[in-house]
C-alpha cells in the first residue's frame, strides 16, 4: 500500500536558518505529493503540492521537488521566521483500493527561535 | 466566500452522552473526509463520503457514524462518549479530479474532551 515517511521532530532553528524536512514515499503508479502546514490551534493548510515527477512547487519561500528516481519531496526553506513554527506533514494522493485518498506522514513540529 | 466550518470547536462532555459533530463546506465538493488526530499529531481517516448518501469507513475503526444526506454537510455521530473518544477532529473536503493531485481543505477541528 502507499505510505509516507518523514523525518521526526520537533526540529528546533534559530530565525534565518536553512529549513530542510525530509520527506519519502512508497507509492504504486504516479502519485501527487503534497505539504501540508497546521498552525497551533487550526486545522491543515495547503503549502504546496508537485504533481508529476520533477515538479517544483513552491509557496511563501518554500519548495519541494518531486523526485521519482529517490522517491523524496523533501521540504526547503532559505530563512526561516518565527512565524514558520507549526507542524508540517507531507503527504501523498493515489489511488487505493478505497479510490483517490490522501496518505499522512506522522508530521514533522517545527519550532524557530529569535 | 468557499471554506469549510467544523462546530463546536471546543466540547467538553461527560461520559454516556450522545454528541455530534457539525462539518460544513460552501465549495460545492462532492468529496468529504473525517480525520482523528491524536495528540501525537498523526491523522488517522476514519470516515469519507464520495457524495449524497455515501459513506465508507476509513483506515482507523471508529465508533462513530456519519451520514451525508446534503452535499454541504457531514455530521459525524458518536452514540456513546467515552474518554478514549478524547481527540482532535477534523473534517476536509476535495473536488473530485480524474488526473489525481486532488487537494483536500481543512476546517478548524473540533478537540473533544470526555471526561
Known amino acids: 500500500g502507499n505510505s509516507v515517511t518523514q523525518m521526526e521532530g520537533p526540529v528546533t532553528l534559530s530565525e534565518e536558518a536553512f529549513l530542510t524536512i525530509n520527506c519519502t514515499y512508497t507509492?504504486?503508479?504516479?502519485?501527487?505529493l503534497f505539504w501540508y502546514v497546521q498552525y497551533p490551534g487550526e486545522g491543515l493548510q495547503l503549502l504546496l503540492k508537485a504533481t508529476k515527477a520533477d515538479d517544483k512547487g513552491s509557496n511563501k519561500g518554500f519548495e519541494a521537488t518531486y523526485r521519482k528516481e529517490t522517491t523524496s519531496f523533501h521540504l526547503e526553506k532559505g530563512s526561516v521566521q518565527v512565524s514558520d513554527s507549526a507542524v508540517y506533514f507531507c503527504?501523498?494522493?493515489?489511488?487505493?483500493?478505497?479510490?483517490?485518498?490522501?496518505?499522512f506522514g506522522t508530521g514533522t513540529q517545527l519550532k524557530v527561535e529569535l | 466566500e468557499a471554506d469549510i466550518y467544523q462546530t463546536p470547536r471546543y466540547l467538553v462532555i461527560g461520559t454516556g452522552k450522545k454528541i455530534t459533530l457539525e462539518c460544513s463546506q460552501t465549495m460545492g465538493h462532492d468529496k468529504m473526509y473525517w480525520y482523528q488526530q491524536d495528540p501525537g499529531m498523526e491523522l488517522h481517516l476514519i470516515h469519507y463520503s464520495y457524495g449524497v448518501n455515501s459513506t465508507e469507513k476509513g483506515d482507523l475503526s471508529s465508533e462513530s457514524t456519519v451520514s451525508r444526506i446534503r452535499t454541504e454537510h457531514f455530521p459525524l455521530t458518536l452514540e456513546s462518549a467515552r474518554p478514549s473518544h478524547t481527540s482532535q477532529y477534523l473534517c476536509?473536503?476535495?473536488?473530485?479530479?480524474?488526473?489525481?493531485?486532488?487537494?483536500?481543505?481543512f476546517g478548524p477541528g473540533t478537540r473533544l474532551t470526555v471526561l
Open positions: 476536509a473536503s476535495s473536488e473530485y479530479r480524474l488526473a489525481g493531485g486532488e487537494e483536500q481543505f
Open positions: 503527504a501523498l494522493s493515489g489511488l487505493t483500493g478505497g479510490g483517490n485518498k490522501l496518505t
Open positions: 507509492a504504486t503508479g504516479y502519485p501527487s
